[in-house]
């Protein structure tokens, strides 16, 4: 199979853009839940499934990773997106390595890494090395608060791009743009574009992202990755919209 890195950068290099979903294990619980998901993802397979929170309890995100891999039959990547070392677990496919370049907190830069590292070498899983950035998205948010942080403001994209750069120049292989989940306003295109043009890395962009008018705005902006949350909880019908939109997208730039 290939690595999903590989696959980030042949998509990144020939414009190909991809939609993630993420699964918050605190918020789909249940029997009924995840049957719902599994009939959203018979119609419309998706590229990856994200998994990861703020909060979460390590029997729900076990949970999570196991019906992700039976609903989608091992089809979709499961990636975990961890919120911290207790949000790590080798029946995954990879994990997004983070590191909070855009806060100034040891813990969240290196300290919980060094914890996950001994795990992470005994596992199989993918280790996508990624450069995290929070972005003001208006009003504050988990991702804020539990990291204690202060996001890069968002009409700054020259900080956000010396930022981007400085993890390149580190070794940081993806980059992810995150207004937070559940954000007012999403990363503003400009912020994208400037990143996305100066490091020249596969860009995921997430948080506040509940229409297709703004996955196409990210996307468009040089977004290589999508990825909504919330806006798929609260529209169960968002992810087939998105991913149809997507698949007319592709076509149009001929890299389907
Ligand atoms: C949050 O980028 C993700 O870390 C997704 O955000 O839940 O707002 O879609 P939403």
């Known amino acids: 199979t290939t690595k999903l890195k590989e696959l980030l950068y042949r ?4 414009g190909r853009k991809s939609l993630a979903l993420l699964i918050d294990p605190e918020k789909t619980k249940g029997q009924q839940a995840w049957q719902e998901l599994a009939d959203r993802c018979v ?14 309890n390590p029997e729900d995100f076990l949970t999570s990773i196991r019906e992700l891999k039976r ?11 961890p919120g911290s070392v207790m949000q790590v677990s ?29 795990t992470l070498a005994e596992s199989d899983l993918e280790i996508l090395s990624t450069g995290y950035m929070l972005v003001n998205g208006e009003r504050s948010t988990s991702v804020e608060y539990i990291s204690q942080t202060i996001p890069l403001p968002r009409d700054k994209p020259d900080l956000a791009v010396a930022t981007a750069l400085a993890g390149k120049f580190l070794g940081m292989s993806l980059f992810y743009l995150d207004a937070g989940s559940g954000a007012q306003l999403p990363v503003p295109e400009q912020m994208i574009r400037a990143v996305r043009t100066a490091v020249g890395s596969p860009l995921i962009v997430g948080g506040g992202i509940d229409s297709v008018f703004r996955a196409k705005q990210a996307w468009d902006a ?8 919330n806006g798929a909880e609260k529209n169960p019908g968002l992810i087939a919209e998105v ?8 076509a149009s730039l001929n890299v389907n």
């Open 11 to 14: 998509n990144s290099r020939e």
């Open 243 to 250: 991913y149809q939109f997507l698949q007319c997208y592709n």
């Open 90 to 118: 080798r029946e995954a496919d990879a994990i997004l390595f983070l590191s909070l370049i855009s806060g100034r907190n040891s813990e969240w830069l290196i300290g919980q890494q060094v914890l996950a590292a001994p």
């Open 71 to 81: 609903i989608s039959q091992n089809r979709i990547p499961v990636v975990l997106f």
């Open 222 to 229: 040089g977004a290589d990755l999508v990825v909504i949350g």
């Open 43 to 56: 119609d419309f397979p998706l590229d990856y499934f994200f998994v990861g929170g703020s909060l979460v």
